[in-house]
């Protein structure tokens, strides 16, 4: 999503429309005040600062890596494609685990269910927030996670299966 929000302010027309439709507009309207037309320009220089400089395509703990979408099991981490990290659904069926034998944690693949989907080398967190789902956050160690959604309500729950 950081990727897109970049290419809304250094692309083109089109690439404003893409991100505005990918949740763009939300984060957009985030920053501006009531009533006013939302514009990049609200958007304070330190965030894109953040976003350009400081965000990282993958980030690698001692026993879990985290990415937004995917990997290639086969490569290493940083011989990833920038294309599988931000956009290759995780399939449940066809998944194999990464040759650093570490788990992955990741989202973009939704989980209408609203339950994260736990395999045995990858856990996916997108829970569907974006669609009326829920937001989710998770302890990778102990395998406990919380939920928010749209109306205010929380839940916990702890990974099954994997």
Known sequence: H????????????DDIGFWLRCGGLNALQSYTTVGKE????????AHWHFVKHTCVDWFEAEEHFFVHANVDPRRPLDKQIVQD???????????VP??????MICGHTQQRSGVPLNLESAVCI????????WLTCLDVVGGNYWQANE????????????
């Open 2 to 13: 950081e990727v897109l929000m970049l290419g809304a302010k250094e692309g083109g027309r």
């Open 38 to 45: 939302p514009t990049l320009e609200d958007i304070p220089d």
């Open 85 to 95: 990290l931000h956009w290759r659904n995780l399939n449940k069926t066809e998944h």
């Open 98 to 103: 990464h040759c650093s034998g570490k788990k």
């Open 126 to 133: 997108d829970t569907w927030a974006y669609g009326g789902g």
């Open 151 to 162: 109306l205010g309500e929380t839940r916990v729950g702890k990974l099954n299966g994997g």
